[in-house]
């Protein structure tokens, strides 16, 4: 009774087995509430959805589109940090300043004007799908990795002069391995724009497959359960890398443990 | 109480800062070696003035951290000018780096430090002050794992490693209960006399318990009609008999001067 209560409770912290008995117990209200009342309607029911998912998943092409997919999304992210990552380090050399804070404004920029000149400027559909995905996900990295580098505690740099640091050494220690963990977040919080962002480039060459040209060629039949099963899939497969992320994230730097204790 | 007060270590001369307006004014003080015989005399120096009269900026030029408008701070027996890394720094705030362990913090505190031990060494140090201030058990801990007082021993353990003889604590007694302090003064006095040269300023606005573990104390003020703090008062407390007594807070005289000091500044 008092869990209920806590609840309806506002600013109470509930957390372990309440919460999963919470999420699940609504989750479920929602599906049977669609299932019972979303029959008639042009949209399907989850049933029929989990029926595609399942037919879906067992056919050999959505491997091939998957790996394609993943394939795309893990290069330019992998691109995409190391590019933000050098941006965002030299943007504390002041000379490369400017450059950083330009990138960070290109989130402004819309891709669907610039598809033109990315068809020049590439070689051929990968290359364009790539680079318009790395184009896309490097200001939100620089973006999120210049807020981190801004919330420094100057006391840190302070620190290390008096532990006979140079410049660089401080930097070394305090931006780049100081603040290793929060790179990984960033790159998992970041992880969904890439993933959101790969349907939208791979229609744009649909040679090399993807689940986002399953999505658009099911979108063009009007073949609604299978665009909601590709939608299910493509949300269980964020969910479960950023669950992974989240969890290498606690592996690789056990102190963030502590920061989520507290 | 037989002393003498030998070579000049630390020498502020004319200091002034100012930013839109005067922030410190003409600050000029010395601090000598004093030397006691068969004992590791270190030097516990105050600098007390009431919040925001501008004590962290002086602290900061103390450390060499941020150049004064006007006037030098000299360290050491060659009298040179201070370079940011001489002088040790205890935060407020106890900062140490929170993505390493409370012994890769002392480690990295030697790592730059002008010292030839090998790693073996290194290692034997951090145990010995570690076991001396009680932190044995939290080597391997991450700093967010310490309480407050823990955290402050490491962060001043730190600094010792780097081979600093100055030691500059900012408001070293702020937030802690009355046992704490009296742990922290012992904590103190221990890293003061564990070689001849070490000298610790504290910072602080704590009046008594700045005065009770200190042998100098310097009132920070501002004088009247004048803009920007400056040095009002200097106690020798060691003249006038208050100074290397642990239960100097029972003393009538010196409860009388504290009195006094809180009502100057």
């Known amino acids: 009774m008092e869990k209920i209560k806590d609840i309806f409770n506002p600013l109470t912290h509930i957390k372990g087995r309440t919460l999963v008995m919470l999420i699940v117990t609504q989750a479920i209200v929602a599906l049977l509430f669609w299932e019972i009342f979303g029959g008639n309607g042009l949209i399907p029911t989850p049933l029929r959805i989990m029926k595609s998912v399942v037919s879906i998943i067992t056919t050999e092409y959505f491997i091939d589109n998957f790996f394609s997919s993943l394939g795309l999304t893990l290069t330019g992210m992998g691109i995409s940090i190391v590019i933000a990552l050098v941006v965002s380090y030299l943007s504390l050399i002041p000379v490369f300043s400017p450059l950083a804070r330009f990138i960070v404004k290109c989130r402004y920029l819309t891709l669907t ?35 981190i580098i801004e919330s ?111 | 109480m037989k002393y003498t007060k030998n070579e000049l270590l630390i020498e502020v001369q004319g200091v002034n800062l100012s930013y839109d307006k005067q922030i410190l004014r003409d600050i000029n003080f010395r601090i000598h070696n004093i030397v006691r015989p068969d004992v590791n005399q270190g030097q516990v120096i105050s600098l007390i003035g009431r919040s925001g009269i501008g004590k962290t900026q002086l602290f900061k030029i103390l450390a ?70 009680d932190l044995v058990e939290h080597l391997k801990k991450y700093p967010m794992q310490l309480s407050g007082g823990q955290r402050q021993r490491a962060s001043i353990i730190q600094q010792v490693l780097t081979g600093n003889r100055f030691i500059l604590l900012d408001e070293p007694f702020s937030g802690l209960d009355a046992l704490m302090i009296d742990r922290v003064m012992e904590l103190l006095l221990g890293i003061s006399t564990l070689h001849e040269l070490n000298t610790l300023v504290i910072i602080s606005h704590d ?59």
């Open chain 1, 113 to 147: 004007g610039l598809i033109f000149l990315f068809t020049l400027i590439t070689q051929d559909g990968h290359q364009l799908k790539l680079s318009l995905l790395i184009f896309g996900i490097v200001p939100f990295f620089v973006t999120s990795l210049l807020s």
């Open chain 1, 152 to 262: 420094i505690n100057v006391q840190e740099y302070e620190l290390c002069k008096t532990l006979r640091m140079n410049n660089w050494q401080a930097l070394l220690e305090v931006v780049i391995i100081g603040r290793l963990d929060q790179v990984f977040e960033v790159m998992r919080q970041n992880f969904a724009i890439a993933w959101m962002m790969i349907t939208m480039v791979e229609g744009l060459s649909m040679s090399e497959g993807g689940l986002g040209t399953m999505l658009i060629k099911s979108n063009k039949y009007i073949d609604l359960s299978t665009v909601f099963a590709i939608l299910v899939i493509i949300f269980a497969i964020g969910i479960f890398f950023d669950f992974l992320l989240k969890n290498m994230r606690f592996w690789l730097f056990p102190y963030t443990k502590i920061h989520v204790r507290k």
């Open chain 2, 64 to 133: 060499g951290l941020i150049q004064p408008g006007s006037g030098t701070v000299k360290v050491g027996l060659d009298q040179h000018p201070v370079v940011a890394g001489e002088v040790g720094i205890v935060a407020q705030n106890y900062i140490l780096f929170n993505h390493r362990t409370v012994h890769d913090n002392l480690r990295l505190a030697m790592k730059h430090a002008s010292n030839t031990q090998n790693d073996k060494e290194k290692d034997a140090l951090i145990n010995e002050y570690a076991e001396k201030f």
């Open chain 2, 207 to 265: 009046v008594e318990n700045s005065l009770a573990i200190s042998d100098t104390a310097f009132i920070l003020a501002r004088e009247k009609d004048k803009e920007g703090a400056t040095i009002t008062e200097t106690l020798d407390l060691i003249e006038l008999g208050l100074a290397w007594n642990p239960n100097i807070r029972e003393n009538q005289a010196f409860q009388t001067l504290v009195s006094q000091i809180k009502h100057k500044i």
